[in-house]
């Protein structure tokens, strides 16, 4: 069964304090990974797509990379406006058919303090 | 700029009544979907459509059904709202395979 798995689901860092938050999936072959910014009360953002291991994208502090059982968001000296629940969902190359569904972890609730 | 459009921010409504979400997409897509979402549960997929008049079921279907005779158009509805169905509600669209979603803002639905 296709799985996607969050760790850790809270994570408190004073600002500046450097940290990863880990994405574990189990799928039928991996068409593509996502990562997603949620504030509360909002939809989710788009932050990025990872296609094949060893892949990296960056913007900002945000650094994404891609192994072939997971993946890490780095976030390099956060800020108190970087605080948010950080979704990480996968495409499985069966099961989405045409229509590109994804299976989306539990989240990651950051929060950074002054 | 491009975006996915739900028609409320926040709803409340009576147990027994019949509800609709709506959701318009500007980029046309292929795929929408809807979600809820709760806390300890993420996101949970209720339906999908890959097409107009197009639909499958989700995870969750129970008590929902679905609409789209447009292709910029979805929309959820709740045949008897009951006060289980009180959630946040995430519509969201797709090109497809290959590719990400794009989301509304939600809606915030209370049953009472």
């Known amino acids: 069964e296709d799985q996607v798995t969050q760790s850790p689901e809270a994570l408190r860092l004073q600002e500046g304090e450097s940290s990863s938050l880990n994405c574990s999936y189990t799928v039928s072959g991996l068409r593509g990974l996502f990562w997603y910014r949620q504030d509360p009360g909002k939809g989710p953002e788009f932050l990025f797509t990872?296609?094949?291991a060893g892949e990296e994208k960056e913007k900002e502090r945000l650094k994404a990379t891609l192994t072939k059982k997971e993946s890490f968001l780095h976030i390099t000296a956060p800020k108190p406006e970087d605080s948010a629940t950080y979704l990480c969902?996968?495409?499985?190359?069966?099961?989405?058919?045409?229509?590109?569904?994804?299976?989306f972890g539990q989240g990651t609730t950051l929060q950074v303090k002054p | 700029d491009v975006k996915v459009t739900q028609s409320s921010r926040y709803l409340v409504k009576r147990t027994g009544e019949k509800v609709f979400l709506e959701c318009v997409q500007d980029?046309?897509?292929?795929?929408m979907f809807w979600y809820r979402q709760d806390p300890g549960l993420g996101l949970r997929l209720i339906y999908f459509?890959?097409?107009?008049?197009m639909k499958e079921k989700g995870d969750i279907p129970e008590g929902y059904s679905v609409s789209r005779e447009k292709k910029e158009r979805f929309s959820l509805i709740l045949e008897s709202a009951s006060t289980n169905q009180t959630s946040m509600y995430l519509c969201?669209?797709?090109w497809g395979q290959g590719y990400g979603y794009t989301f509304g803002s939600g809606t915030r639905l209370t049953v009472v």
């Open positions: 990872l296609y094949s």
């Open positions: 969201a669209s797709s």
């Open positions: 969902a996968v495409q499985a190359l069966i099961g989405s058919g045409n229509t590109g569904k994804l299976i």
């Open positions: 459509s890959y097409d107009v008049k």
């Open positions: 980029m046309d897509h292929e795929n």
